[in-house]
């Protein structure tokens, strides 16, 4: 009898295979209920030695030995004409099948329930709910469009949390340097963190047609990522794998994700793109938890009246950042935004009331330092475009401003500039920042602020219906203050004097927000005593600034008053923009004469920027 056949006949393979099986269910459990308990890692490897030590004396016990029914026998001792092993090897037999069964349960249970931590989502792919219908369509023709939801963080770990973020920051910023895509940003993505909705809900809300969403589980150094590419039209999975790794694999996973989705939305890749979607991201998984700690307190800075306080705690965690990973650009511009706070808070407010935690002038260095910084590392030609943008105007070189406007505003990529809305609506270009800002929108449709510079840019653009109906839209599906005082703003342009009343009721007696507006709307009226009675009151209270008072003294027409204050802004100031920025939201014309505030005009004169600038809404008591 050949080997083969003796080991057949002794249910040698039979074994072998029930074993296997039997081994891999056992770890799969173990796997599973470990991770519930958080054991450490060298558990499970245990388990796995265990296993392989024991397999040889599996295979060793099934050939050396028999089960007969007087019990374990040696193969040699027992009757051939009496042996069992045809019953006890269909035994093995259905074994191993009650084995395959398990593995195929651990399967399912893994693609439909771990590979998907959104118990509505699980309900539709598994057919339950029907598809509904396509309702997005790609928004730019010939690019295709994604959006990366906010990574599931299966377990609660100190920092598991920072970590899926951090995650899924780096494949969107991955799939972002790819021309081909149209991928939302950020802002907009993470606004569904958390929230029960269907794909095509978010998808329809974001106007993409395609969605990326995962989870992650980490146990000590052990790593489970799932991740899956849904088309938004009938929720069909294009793509989706599972990935088990260690922490320290987290930076190859990762990009493989990124390639692998954009390979299945038919993007072709090449070394060079590769490399530019490696280098759009941080590759340190410290630096990415850092990071979004930072990101997480600057947005909770921007609610806040002390904001500069605020920045500054969120830029410790930035510094981690950069001292990780030196010259990351999103790192250093929102380091930044503390010190361009810090300096245009210096321009506007009392110097008695004011006290800088720095020296201004090297804020100013600070800034500007942080921003030439990013420029050189800029990962694509539109981010350094609005880096550079940027960095003129804290520099205060507004020499060839005009043609750095105007390349950025022919772009078609996702950044913008934080200072080109003055720039660009005050002088001159609102026309075309309106139509840029439309394709911002598709970037970041869920940001609130977006919208409410589009809505700004198309009333300075003349265009006061167009500026309602951005507004009104925003509305919808986003709060904010700022839409509201959009809203106003472009009913007082149309002189729908009452409409912009019952809109401002909801203000009254709210901030200071409402009670500078409802001046606003009395000097729109010409209702000089009302609107000067209203200013007494606005005019000392704790918070209000310079950039509040010269804005309502040019409305009430005061121009002596309005040079005044421009002037000793002229002469604090240390940035151009702070001026910029008073005439943009005043939108009632120049605001103050160039007379006054010499330091800027020649910042005119030196960039060939109009002046006076455009008068969006108007102001009857005001006569220049």
Request: hydrophobic share 40%; proline share 4%; glycine share 6%.
């Given at each position: 009898m050949s080997l083969f056949e003796e080991l057949k006949r002794r249910n040698v393979i039979r074994v072998a295979i029930a074993y296997v099986l039997l081994g891999w269910a056992v770890l799969q459990g173990a796997d599973f209920m470990l991770d519930l308990v958080g054991a450490p890692e060298w558990v499970i490897r245990v388990f796995a030695i265990a296993g392989l030590v024991g397999f040889p004396f599996a295979i060793f016990f099934a050939w050396a030995f028999?089960?007969?029914?007087?019990?374990?026998?040696?193969?040699?001792?027992?009757?051939?004409?009496?042996?069992?092993?045809?019953?006890?090897?269909?035994?093995l037999d259905r074994l191993i099948i009650l084995f395959l069964g398990i593995a195929v349960a651990f399967l399912l249970v893994d693609r439909f329930i771990d590979r998907d931590p959104v118990p509505a989502e699980s309900v539709a792919y598994q057919g339950v709910e029907e598809p509904?219908?396509?309702?997005?369509?790609?928004?730019v023709p010939g690019r295709r469009s994604v959006a990366v939801l906010p990574f599931v963080a299966m377990t609660r770990g100190a920092d598991d949390e920072y970590f899926a973020d951090g995650l899924t920051e780096e494949i969107l910023n991955s799939l972002a340097q790819l021309p081909e895509l149209l991928v939302t940003a950020r802002t907009s993505a993470f606004k569904f963190k958390g929230l029960d909705q269907s794909v095509q809900e978010i998808a329809e809300q974001l106007g993409v047609g395609h969605v990326v969403e995962g989870s992650i589980r980490r146990s000590g150094d052990r790593l489970r990522v799932t991740a899956q590419l849904i088309r938004a039209s009938d929720a069909f999975h294009v793509w989706s794998e599972n990935y088990d790794s260690t922490s320290q694999d987290t930076i190859a996973v990762q990009e493989d994700i990124a390639e692998k989705i954009a390979s299945a939305l038919d993007v072709v890749l090449d070394d060079q793109?590769?490399?530019?979607?490696?280098?759009?991201?941080?590759?340190?998984?410290?630096?990415?938890?850092?990071?979004?700690?930072?990101?997480e307190r600057f947005d909770e800075a921007h609610a806040e009246r002390n904001q500069v306080e605020s920045l500054l705690n969120a830029n410790q965690y930035f510094e981690q950042v950069l001292e990780r990973v030196p010259g990351y650009p999103p790192a250093l511009i929102d380091h930044a935004d503390a010190y361009t706070?810090?300096?245009?808070?210096?321009?506007w407010a009392d110097p008695e009331e004011f006290e800088s935690p720095y020296n201004l002038d090297e804020a100013l260095?600070?800034?500007?330092?942080?921003?030439?910084l990013a420029a050189e590392n800029a990962r694509n030609f539109d981010e350094r475009a609005a880096i550079e943008f940027d960095l003129a105007m804290l520099n205060g070189d507004l020499r060839g401003v005009k043609r750095r406007l105007e390349n950025y505003l022919q772009l078609d990529g996702c950044e913008h500039p934080s200072w080109i809305d003055p720039l660009a609506s005050v002088f001159g270009y609102a026309d075309q920042l309106t139509d840029r800002l439309d394709v911002i929108l598709r970037c970041d449709p869920m940001a609130p602020v977006m919208a409410f510079s589009h809505s700004r840019a198309a009333q300075w653009a003349g265009d006061p219906e167009r500026a309602l109906e951005i507004a009104m839209k925003a509305r919808e599906t986003?709060?904010?203050?700022?839409?509201?005082?959009?809203?106003?703003?472009?009913?007082?342009?149309?002189?729908?004097?009452?409409?912009?009343?019952?809109?401002?009721?909801?203000?009254?007696?709210?901030?200071?927000?409402?009670?500078?507006?409802?001046?606003?709307?009395?000097?729109?009226?010409?209702?000089?005593?009302?609107?000067?009675?209203?200013?007494?009151?606005?005019?000392d209270a704790p918070g209000t600034v310079d950039f509040d008072r010269l804005q309502i003294q040019a409305m009430l027409g005061d121009r002596d008053t309005a040079n005044e204050i421009a002037a000793r802004v002229?002469?604090?100031?240390?940035?151009?923009?702070?001026?910029?920025?008073a005439t943009l939201w005043c939108q009632c014309g120049a605001p103050f004469d160039l007379e006054a505030t010499p330091n800027f005009a020649a910042k005119l004169q030196e960039g060939d920027l109009p002046w006076p600038p455009p008068t969006p809404i108007q102001f009857p008591l005001k006569d220049w």
């Open positions: 028999e089960m007969t029914p007087e019990g374990v026998k040696r193969e040699e001792d027992v009757d051939r004409t009496q042996s069992i092993t045809p019953r006890t090897g269909r035994r509904k219908p396509n309702t997005t369509e790609e928004p793109r590769r490399e530019a979607m490696r280098r759009a991201g941080l590759r340190d998984v410290e630096a990415y938890i850092a990071l979004q700690k930072g990101f706070h810090m300096l245009d808070l210096a321009a260095v600070q800034a500007v330092s942080d921003y030439s986003l709060s904010h203050p700022w839409l509201d005082v959009a809203v106003i703003n472009a009913h007082l342009a149309m002189g729908r004097y009452e409409t912009a009343a019952s809109e401002l009721s909801l203000w009254r007696g709210v901030d200071l927000q409402g009670q500078f507006l409802e001046i606003v709307l009395a000097a729109v009226q010409g209702e000089r005593d009302r609107a000067e009675k209203l200013y007494q009151d606005f005019r002229d002469q604090r100031a240390k940035l151009p923009m702070s001026l910029m920025l």
